[in-house]
Structure formats: structure tokens, C-alpha cells
């Protein structure tokens, strides 16, 4: 029920998100009851690191558009954040801008006996995400995947530092 409750959140904010400069990464509603997170994950277009200042432009948006939508309005405690250097990877292309760097992968089902890895995203072919785990090369189907985020290593620390990537 809350991935139908964040799809619906997510189509409501993302125009206005999008047109205030920055770019939605995730809508991820956790606890239950009247002690809800909507935690909202967002980046800013121009690929400089989001501050205070960015989570509170967007708090205040998607605050009054929740607001105006009684089947949201009070219904949860808002969070604003940006993804961070070791983000969640939740779009396709996600995995195709950050190819070359580790990701810790949860799939929804095993495949080749394994349903959670870590490894190396090789990169995107189509729907499909390859990684180079320490048991071989895998290809998982986009949908497949349950969850993704990238790992803190030394290599993504310094492509972040170096503006290769955002954080």
C-alpha cells in the first residue's frame, strides 16, 4: 500500500520539484500510523550539493501541495534530504551514471542463488543492470531489483570530491 501512496505522492511533487531546479530522487514513506516519515530525497539539476537552504525550498513546496490534497494533509512527518554520497540507486539510469563504483543490491526474488550481493555495476543494457560480483558476472532485470544503494568506498569518495559525481 505505501508504494501506491508514494507513486501517488511522487506524481504529485515531481512538476513542481522539477520546475523549482531540482530533481527528485526518491519518495520512501516509513512507520505506520500517525508516525509516518515522508522522507523526500531530492538533487539539485545543476549538479552543485544541495544545503539547508535546498531541503527547505523543497520542504516548503511539497508541504503546501500535501496540504492541499485531503488524503495526505497531516498524515505524515515530512522529511527532506539529499541522497548523500552513498545513495539509494532507484532509477534506471541511476546505475548507468554510477557504473564503475560497488552497490549493495537486494533483489525481490534469488537469482543464481543469490538475492542479496554486492558488486561493481558494470553498467546498463536496455532494462538490464549487469554487476560484477565476487561470485561472477550477474544480469538483473531493472525490475528485479528491490533495493540498491551505492557503497562508500575510496573510489566514489574521490569521484565526489572531484565533481565526477554528485553527492
Known sequence: MSKVIEQKIGDLIAGDVDAAGYELVRVYISGAGKYSALQIMAERKDGAGMNV??????SKLV???????????????????SPGIDRPLVRLADYA???GHVA???LSAAKEGQKRFQGKI????????????????????????????LV????LLKAAKSGKVSH
Open 97 to 99: 551514471r554510477y557504473a
Open 53 to 58: 537552504d535546498d531541503c527547505a525550498v523543497i
Open 122 to 149: 558494470a553498467g546498463v543494457a536496455g532494462d538490464v543492470v549487469g554487476f560484477d560480483t565476487d561470485k561472477g558476472k550477474l544480469a538483473v532485470a531493472f525490475g528485479e531489483i528491490e533495493k540498491a544503494k
Open 152 to 155: 562508500l568506498t575510496d573510489e
Open 104 to 106: 549493495k543490491v537486494e
Open 63 to 81: 508541504s503546501v501541495m500535501l496540504e492541499a490534497d485531503k488524503d495526505l494533509a497531516d498524515k505524515y512527518d515530512l522529511e527532506v534530504s
